[in-house]
């Protein structure tokens, strides 16, 4: 068993908790940094959408986990940050200036989006961002200026100080970003204003009562949420070097629900297991796929069972009903999904032989009536 | 000046008058205690000093400023702090998150300030936790400080809401039904504590309870709802032994 001693508050409100977490973040950078070096291109790409995805996992962790709001229209800032990357790439701007231009922009409009979210809750706030990304999603295609409409543009490799921006650059970008982003979160997690935010998640009625501005609060969880996903998008246009408008659908939106739901929805760290596994999972279904039919004839040993699986398997839809499987097994199972299932096993080494079954067994919730409004 | 009062408050729900007309003033340093049969607008009467609920007719009076005008989150900046009968704790945070909370209205950093965690950040975070961590002492809260709300029993939970409030650094504190739900040694325990919140902090407390023999043994004064309106107004043997009040008691 290990404890943790006390010896001021300072210790409480550091970026890093422990010297071990010090260390062990400390290596994981480090090997990230080293990657590059050791492994190819195909995985330096899967690394870079890993990035990407945990900054819109983070933004979504604070919004969703911490806030208490959803959104099912993170597709719609992705696809902002990653038009304005663009078209200033376009003009030959420094994307020293265009990245942050572009998260302050994202986070303005999502601060727009946040003001529905004063009147709306949960599946109707759903709804309305929803609706929020059609909207971008028409003017996508329709702002051919701009966009180029339907056809999709073209994006310019990044430039710092005149030098293009090559596979390595980005990716360095993308790690600087992630930190970036991480600290930022990390940040308002020990503040005031992250206080607010798990006020709001848990009772507005008591937050208020304790003086949180509830509409404050609410429309900069989504200005944060999207700025964060701002950048993203910034990194993902340069990413694909090619963006058009049927890259930023509701099915991308809800890709970015699930990383939250897989990793856990109010945990940094579940962020970044949740992009791992939505990255993971494709390669994984292709694995799948091309090796399933022929274990199921070799057991069966018969050809037709062979035929008739890799059929099945490779008919449409089929990456939707495991994607919606997995999220049914997560809700049900593990609600605190991969960090939650990270924490069991952390806790079960720690305490050993200690560990009770029950310690995170979520106690009886009392009834919550007399809600003011 | 006045320091508290309501003047002819009503509110009224659809064709039903759940407070009608309620006056009355509370002297600073005071334990004024509303009682009264359940449904008698108790807690509507706290939900309407506390901005939950408008008022329909009538002012509310803090320290000669009329409160009815403010919003709820401004109630708590004029250090009016409140429980809730059903326990409204923040129940997927820390005991301390919950009482860090209710330090929100001393926090003067602004909102790119904190993602920065810029060092007037946490020189403040510092003295919130100095605040709050005297305020645990206070209430012997300290074994649960890192505790989910999730996972304390319920008597706990009482005292979490009691904390939380008094970590607004409040001058008047509402209590609503501080004691239901404690067993009898956890509510002598709560009186002990109202007392001393009272006489040690010099906190004005207006207070809904029940529990007839920690009202007489706390409340300077008590006042006897019923249907909305005023019954009886006076020392706790006063009140008690109204004939109205005997009355709407023994529901006759
Ligand atoms: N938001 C609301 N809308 C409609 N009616 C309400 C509302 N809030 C309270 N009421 C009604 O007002 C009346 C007074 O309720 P209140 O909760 O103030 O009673 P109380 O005195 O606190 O009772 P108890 O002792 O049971 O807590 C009840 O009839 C209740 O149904
Ligand atoms: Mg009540």
Redesign the pocket.
């Known amino acids: 068993m290990a404890f943790k001693i006390r010896t001021g508050y300072e210790g409480d409100l550091n970026l890093f908790k422990t010297p071990q977490s010090v260390a062990s973040y400390g290596v994981l950078l480090l090997l990230l940094c080293a990657a590059p070096f050791v492994l190819g291109s195909y995985f330096l790409s899967q690394i870079v959408f890993v990035l990407i995805y945990t900054i819109v996992g983070i933004g979504l962790v604070l919004l969703s986990g911490y806030a208490g709001q959803t959104s099912i229209g993170h597709a719609a800032f992705l696809a902002i940050g990653a038009y304005t990357a663009a078209n200033a790439a376009k003009f030959g701007v420094p994307i020293y200036i265009y990245l942050p231009a572009a998260g302050l922009l994202t986070g303005l409009v999502g601060w727009l989006v946040g003001l529905p979210a004063l009147r709306l809750h949960g599946i109707y706030l759903a709804i309305a961002t929803f609706a929020f990304a059609l909207i971008v999603e028409e003017i996508l295609a329709r702002w051919e200026t701009v966009t180029n409409g339907n056809e999709g543009m073209m994006v310019k490799p990044a430039s710092v100080f005149g030098e293009r921006l090559g596979e390595w650059g980005l990716y360095y970008l993308c790690i600087g970003v992630t930190v970036f982003v991480i600290v930022i979160a990390v940040n308002v997690i020990r503040s005031p204003t992250g206080r607010a935010f798990l006020a709001l998640r848990d009772s507005e009625t008591a937050a208020r009562s304790m003086g949180v501005d509830s509409a404050r609060y609410k429309t900069f969880a989504f200005a944060l949420s999207a700025g964060m996903t701002g950048l993203a998008g910034v990194l993902y246009a340069h990413k694909l070097s090619f963006i058009s408008p049927e890259m930023f659908t509701l099915a991308l939106s809800i890709e970015f629900v699930m990383i939250i739901i897989i990793g856990g929805i109010a945990s940094l760290r579940g962020a970044a297991l949740g992009a791992v596994f939505m990255i993971m999972v494709d390669p994984l279904l292709v694995f799948v796929k091309d090796k399933l039919p022929a274990l199921i004839g070799a057991i069966t040993g018969s050809a037709m069972a062979q035929d008739k699986a890799s059929v099945l398997l490779a008919a449409p839809g089929v990456k939707s009903l495991i994607f919606g499987l997995i999220i049914i097994f997560f809700i049900i199972y593990e609600p605190m999904g991969l960090d939650g299932r990270w924490m069991k096993i952390k806790t079960w080494f720690k305490a050993f032989p200690f560990y009770k079954p029950a310690t995170f067994r979520r106690q009886k919730m009392y009834l919550k009536s ?1 809600r ?2 | 000046m006045t320091y508290f009062a309501l003047e002819d408050v009503s509110i009224q ?2 064709g ?1 008058k ?1 407070v009608d007309g309620v006056s009355f003033d509370v002297a600073k340093g005071e334990i004024f205690t509303i009682i ?10 706290f ?1 309407l000093i506390s901005r939950l ?1 408008n008022v329909t007719t009538g002012r509310i009076v803090f320290k000669d400023e009329e409160i009815t005008q403010l919003n709820a989150q401004q109630i708590a900046g004029r250090g009016i702090a409140r429980t809730f ?1 059903n326990i409204e704790l923040f129940d997927n945070a820390s005991m301390l998150q919950n009482l860090l909370v209710g330090r929100h209205r001393h926090s003067t950093t602004r909102f790119w300030e904190d993602l920065f965690f810029l060092p007037r950040v946490r020189r403040e975070e510092v003295g919130h936790r100095h605040a709050v961590e005297e305020v645990m002492e206070f209430l012997r809260l300290q074994r649960y400080r890192d505790t989910l709300i999730a996972g304390l029993p319920y008597g706990v939970r009482k005292v979490v809401e009691v904390g939380r409030a008094l970590s607004i650094g409040p001058e008047v504190l509402l209590l609503d ?1 501080p004691s239901s739900g404690l067993n009898v040694e956890e509510t002598s325990r709560m009186a002990e504590w109202i007392l001393e919140i009272n006489r040690r902090l010099g906190i004005t407390i207006l207070m ?1 309870e ?1 529990d007839m023999s920690l009202v007489s043994r706390v409340s300077d004064r008590v006042l006897a ?1 019923n249907y ?1 309106r005023i019954m009886a107004m006076g020392t706790a043997q006063e009140v008690q032994s109204h004939p109205d009040v005997v009355a709407a008691y023994l529901g006759a």
Do not use: D, I, S
Request: proline share 4%; charged share 15%; no cysteine.
């Open positions: 007399e003011g409004r | 729900f659809g039903l759940a009264g049969p359940n449904g008698a607008g108790k807690t509507t009467l939900n609920y009968q039904e809904v029940h709802l909305g």
